[in-house]
Each structure stands twice: as structure tokens, then as C-alpha cells.
């Protein structure tokens, strides 16, 4: 089941992208609620007050609200949902990046790359449901996968770091890396102590980086070309054309 | 007799620790250090344990072959424990220093045995003053190789370049041995004269050296300057092409207004709607019809190489998330993206069956990521991880692309890969740190 929001004042526009989203999850047999709001400041709200959006669509300029800033709200409360910016003009604003969009479309909206768009947002959103599965004092656990920020070695303790808790569990870091690179949630390798949630990170340079909770890890000199490598990779599976 | 132990035992390891510093000295030239602090500790040891047994090791008894070979075998050894790089580079590192030393050794030993016998017998003396010299010829060494116009000449120069000061230490102590066996009293300032005479051509011979590098680093940049011009002109040209274009669609926007006030005054709103749709459709409202990202250097460059793609029916298809502002120099960008979509399309054009291009750019965290894809013909000629040969055939002007792309992504401490995994598939990786979070 997916859970989307578009927020458009403009009604032709909202009506055309629920239609088209409503025929593509048909034909794909994906479970979809859509919910449209005219303006941002009632879906600020209900975000806010707990209810959750698997993929956004915003316009930028909604009436006389700034889109941008609603998205850096709606990201304090909700840091995994994608946000689609629908946009008049392509010229994208600096500040517009700050809240990591999945994704920019230009109105009119090309039906092609609005699909194109939502399935590789679907295609994330399913990759989500994995878990990280390990005994410890003889009681297994699971801890979902996308929870995770970051495992963190220490000798031959392995804690595993959400937003709200830390595990502990006797371990290599090597056998989880190992193990981890078949789930579709990647993870990154930027220190010998340290392995990194890719999904979590906000700020990313060649030599550090900073995870949402705003811890910051350095990458460690030998796997700096690894990690810019891996970097590169996963951020160009964007789809072009497809 | 005891204090003078003592005191020879200190200078003795004086004397050592001045060595290792010459030696690091010497190959943190030409070598990076290794990280672990392990490797370094046992090169040191080995190092230490070899000087203070240096008399056992080496023995004049037997050929001076078996003494060279062990004094390199375990530089060699040395050296490739602690640090990294190439085995042949380390070996022929290794002879020449090696060489340095022991030919400054024999120099100072023939120039003493030539001006002061009592002193030529003193084995600390003697491997003092060695070691001075040792040190300078190091020195000048650092002083040339530090340069960072003659580290872009290539390695065979410099390997030639350490080749003097090692041909003149040997000339100069073949010529206090002759002076020294020849019974004429002239010889002495004669022998004098000459090292003055090397000492000179050897001075001089490192000045050429360094003009000759700042030559070739001056026509290298001219080469990239002539790059960047060749980029500005372009951009002007596109510039004038969307000026021309926005006067166009003046034009035709004045023409679309008199119709729409036709059909609002004969009241065919239905019609009206459908002209209006078909403007928005068609009607040239969007500037630039590739993309629009308002980055000017991107548009111009993308669009103009978009028009060169098309003109050799290759298929370019963009997918570019950038904000107009980025923190990276306009010039770099022009640098690494118009060197990246010259290639595609050169490499696309002579590809067999449908011609592609797929450029894909996105702005994320701050960093600018570049992927660039086109198909090819024939095989990639690779050097080394880094540089790949071009396919062309005037290959000094034209293996500079990737060079300069490379020369400006570092700049932002980025990093470039190449993926030929897929057969005639070459596919460019880019990214570019704009690290804002100091």
C-alpha cells in the first residue's frame, strides 16, 4: 500500500497527476491512496500530527506559499518520504535541494516522466521492507533495515545505531557488510569501525560525513576513492528517458 | 678511555639518526610513506641494526660485487616495506641512492687521501663529511623535484635528471685517484680545478633542467587556455542564438496576443482554449528545448552539443536536477562538462548502429554528480586507472581532455571513474565536492 499526497493549487494539475499515478498502479497491481490538498499548511499539519505519506507531490509555488519551506517542514517530522517538486519552471532554486528531493517535474507534466518518476519512487519504497536479523544473549532480534543510521565496531562489539535506540551485539563488521550487500538498502563502508545507512545521510564531502541525527563520521583516507566511486553509482540511477 | 666510548658511541648514533633522516629525506621524494605505523617501525629497526653492523656485513676480503648487492638488497628491502609504490621505481631509487652514497664516500676518501692522510683514516670523519655531502646533493635534489612544474615532466626525465649528480661524483673521484697516483704536484690544484669545472655544469645543468620544465608546463597550459577560450566563444554563440530567439518569440507572442483578442471578441472560448493549450504546447515558450536549468554554462553547453549530436544523428537524452547557484567556478564546470560531452559525441559518431548519448547531472548534499553515456567503436587504450589514451591520432592535443577535466574535478577534491564493463558501452562517472559544512 502506498500512501500519496499532491499538493498543487492548481486543480487541473492535481486531477491529471492522480489519474495517471491511479492508471499506472493499476496496471502494476500497487495499492495506492491518494489524497490531494490545495494548500500546504493542511498537510504540514496532518503530518505533523502523525500521519504518514509514502511520496509527496509538491508544487513549489502554492498560491502565495513557499513550497520549499513547507518541504523543510514536512522533512523535520518525516525525514524518509519522497518529495516530487512539480515545478513551472526549471530553473530550481539552491534552497529547493536542502530537503533532498527524489525527483523535480515541470509542469505541464509529461506523462512519460511522471511515470517513469513514480515507479522508481514505488521501486524505492518497496526495497524498505528488510530486516537486519542477529542473537544476541541467545534472543534473536530484527531491527528494520531502513531504521538503521549506522553499525559502529568496537574490538568485538558491534552496536547498531537507530534515530531512537542502540543495539549491541558480538560480531564483525566485515560479515555485515558482507551480509547487507544483498538487501536493496545500501550501506557504506567509510571507515574500518564504521558502516553507514546511505539513506540516512544528510551531508556527504570527500573526506567526512554527517548522518541526520547529525553525527558526524570522517572517512578514512583509503576508502575515499571507494566511497566517491559507490557515491557516484547510486546517485545516477536516476531514470532517464525510460 | 671510557669517556671517549661514550662520546664515540654518541656520535656514532648522531651519525645514524642523521642517516635515517637523509634517507626519508631522499624517498619522500620520489614515494608516499606507508599509513601503518607497524611497517615503518620495522623498516626503521632494520635500517639502524644494519648501520651499526655495517662492518660485519661488509667485509673487504671478498668482491666488492657481493658488498654492493647486500648494501642494495636491503635498501630495497627497506624501502619496499616502508613505503608505496612501484617494485621497479623503488629499485632503481634504490641504486641511485646507494650510488650518491657510496661514490660521495669514495670522493671524500680520495680527496682526503689526496690533501690530508692523517684525516682519511678516521672512519668517523670521513663518514661525516660524506654524509654533508650526501645531504646536499639531497638538498638540491628536494629543491628541483618540489617544483611543481618539473613534477608534470614525465618520469623518464627525471630519472636522466638524478643520472648527473650521480656521473659527476663518479667523474670526480676518478679524478682524485688518478691525481692521487700520479707523482705531480700540479695535480692537486688541477684535480681542484676540475671539481669546480663539474660542481659549475652541474649547477648549471639543473637550471636548463628547471627552464626546460617551466617550457613545457607554460605549453601545456596554453594548450588549456586555448581549450577555454574555444568554450567561451561558444557560449557567446549560444547566448546569441537564444537572444535571437527571444526576439522571435516576442514577435510571435504579439502575433498569438491579436489572435486570443480575435477569439475572446467572437466569443469562441472553446476555440480559444484549444489555441491557448497549443501555445503552451509549441509555441517556442520554453526557451532552450533540452534543458532549462537556468545554470547559463550548462544550458549553453549542453544545448550546443545537443545541436552537434543531432546534426550527426546521435540520440541525446538529459536528465539534469541542478540549481542555478552551484559552489563551483563557472570556468571549472564549462571545463569538465564540455571535455566530457566533446568526447561522447566524438566517440558516439563513430559508433555503429544507434548512436547514443545520455547525460545525467544531479545536485545533491552539495556535491555536483556528472554521468555521462555513449556508445563507441573499437578498444580503449589505458594507461593507467586514470589517464586513457585517446583513439585519435594528433594525441598531443587531444589526450588533454580527460587530463584537464581530472586537473579541475581535483580542485574540488573530486574524483572521475570510467566504467568499460559493458562492451562498447564507455560510461563517465563525475563527482565534484562542494563541502560547505567547515
Same mark, same amino acid.
Given at each position: ?242 | ?25 631522499? &624517498?619522500? %621524494? ?5 599509513? *601503518?605505523?607497524?611497517? @615503518?617501525?620495522?623498516?626503521?629497526? #632494520? +635500517? =639502524? ?126 679524478? &682524485?685517484? %688518478? ?5 705531480? *704536484?700540479?695535480?692537486? @690544484?688541477?684535480?681542484?680545478?676540475? #671539481? +669546480? =669545472? ?241
Amino acid at each position: 500500500m502506498i500512501n500519496v499526497a499532491i499538493c498543487d493549487d492548481d486543480l487541473a494539475i492535481t486531477g491529471k497527476i492522480e489519474s495517471i499515478i491511479q492508471n499506472i498502479a493499476k496496471k502494476n497491481f500497487i495499492q495506492l491512496e491518494t489524497e490531494v490538498f490545495w494548500n500546504g499548511k493542511q498537510l504540514v499539519e496532518l503530518i505533523e500530527n502523525g500521519e504518514y505519506f509514502d511520496i509527496i507531490f509538491l508544487d513549489i509555488e502554492i498560491g502565495h506559499e513557499d513550497g520549499i519551506s513547507i518541504a523543510k517542514r514536512i522533512r523535520k517530522t518525516d525525514k524518509r518520504v519522497l518529495i516530487i517538486y512539480v515545478t513551472s519552471y526549471e530553473c530550481y532554486m539552491n534552497d529547493s535541494f536542502e530537503v533532498r528531493p527524489f525527483q523535480f517535474l515541470v509542469k505541464p507534466v509529461n506523462e512519460k516522466r511522471l511515470e517513469a518518476c513514480f515507479r522508481s519512487a514505488c521501486e524505492d519504497i518497496n526495497n524498505e521492507e528488510c530486516y537486519f536479523r542477529y542473537n544476541y544473549q541467545r534472543i534473536s532480534h530484527k531491527i528494520p533495515l531502513q531504521d538503521i543510521l549506522y553499525f559502529e565496531s568496537n574490538k568485538r562489539k558491534i552496536r547498531v545505531i537507530t534515530a531512537t535506540e542502540t543495539f549491541e551485539l558480538y560480531g564483525k563488521l566485515n560479515d555485515i557488510e558482507e551480509s547487507l550487500k544483498s538487501s536493496k538498502i545500501s550501506f557504506l563502508r567509510v571507515h574500518q569501525s564504521f558502516l553507514v545507512n546511505y539513506r540516512h545521510i544528510d551531508g556527504l564531502s570527500y573526506d567526512f560525513l554527517i548522518l541526520n541525527n547529525g553525527k558526524r563520521i570522517s572517512i578514512s583516507e583509503e576508502r575515499r576513492k571507494k566511497i566517491s566511486e559507490s557515491y557516484c553509482a547510486m546517485e545516477d540511477i536516476f531514470y532517464v528517458g525510460k | 678511555m671510557l669517556e671517549n666510548r661514550w662520546l664515540a658511541l654518541g656520535l656514532d648514533s648522531l651519525l645514524i639518526i642523521f642517516t635515517i633522516y637523509l634517507f626519508f629525506e631522499y &624517498f619522500n %621524494l620520489f614515494f608516499i610513506c606507508k599509513k *601503518k605505523r607497524s611497517y @615503518i617501525a620495522i623498516g626503521v629497526t #632494520v +635500517f =639502524v641494526i644494519w648501520q651499526v653492523e655495517i662492518l660485519n656485513f661488509i667485509s673487504f676480503s671478498v668482491a666488492a660485487i657481493y658488498n654492493i648487492g647486500v648494501t642494495i638488497g636491503i635498501t630495497l628491502f627497506i624501502v619496499t616495506i616502508m613505503f608505496e609504490g612501484k617494485f621497479w621505481k623503488k629499485c632503481f631509487f634504490c641504486i641511485v641512492f646507494d650510488a650518491i652514497w657510496m661514490l660521495s664516500e669514495m670522493l671524500i676518501h680520495n680527496l682526503l687521501l689526496l690533501y690530508s692522510a692523517a684525516l682519511a683514516h678516521s672512519q668517523l670523519f670521513g663518514s661525516f663529511v660524506s654524509k654533508v655531502l650526501l645531504m646536499t646533493v639531497i638538498l638540491a635534489l628536494k629543491k628541483v623535484f618540489k617544483n611543481e612544474k618539473v613534477i608534470e615532466l614525465s618520469d623518464k626525465n627525471s630519472f636522466l635528471l638524478v643520472l648527473i649528480p650521480v656521473g659527476s661524483i663518479y667523474i670526480m673521484s676518478v679524478v &682524485f685517484m %688518478l691525481a692521487y697516483n700520479i707523482s705531480d *704536484k700540479l695535480a692537486k @690544484i688541477y684535480s681542484f680545478i676540475a #671539481v +669546480f =669545472v663539474l660542481l659549475f655544469i652541474n649547477v648549471l645543468i639543473f637550471y636548463v633542467y628547471i627552464e626546460f620544465a617551466d617550457i613545457l608546463y607554460v605549453k601545456k597550459m596554453n594548450l588549456l587556455y586555448e581549450r577555454q577560450l574555444e568554450l567561451c566563444e561558444r557560449h557567446q554563440e549560444e547566448t546569441e542564438v537564444s537572444m535571437l530567439r527571444v526576439r522571435e518569440v516576442k514577435h510571435n507572442m504579439k502575433n498569438h496576443f491579436i489572435s486570443i483578442i480575435g477569439y475572446v471578441e467572437k466569443r469562441e472560448y472553446a476555440e480559444l482554449k484549444k489555441f491557448i493549450n497549443e501555445i503552451i504546447d509549441e509555441g517556442n515558450l520554453s526557451l532552450s528545448t533540452i534543458v532549462n536549468s537556468g545554470h547559463v554554462v550548462v544550458d549553453s553547453l549542453v544545448e550546443y552539443w545537443n545541436r552537434v549530436a543531432e546534426s550527426q544523428e546521435i540520440e541525446f537524452e538529459t536528465n539534469v536536477c541542478i540549481p542555478m547557484e552551484m559552489p563551483f567556478k563557472r570556468a571549472d564546470i564549462s571545463l569538465v562538462l564540455g571535455n566530457l560531452l566533446e568526447n561522447a559525441v566524438e566517440g558516439a559518431s563513430k559508433a555503429e548502429g544507434k548512436k547514443y548519448i545520455r547525460l545525467k547531472m544531479k545536485y545533491d548534499k552539495d556535491n555536483l554528480l556528472i554521468a555521462l553515456e555513449n556508445n563507441y567503436k573499437g578498444k580503449l587504450k589505458k594507461l593507467n586507472e586514470k589517464r586513457i589514451l585517446t583513439t585519435k591520432e594528433d594525441d598531443v592535443n587531444h589526450g588533454i581532455g580527460l587530463v584537464s577535466v581530472d586537473r579541475a574535478i581535483r580542485k574540488y577534491k573530486g574524483m572521475m571513474f570510467i566504467d568499460d564493463s559493458v562492451p562498447k558501452r564507455f560510461l563517465i562517472r563525475v563527482v565534484l565536492y562542494g563541502n560547505k559544512y567547515e
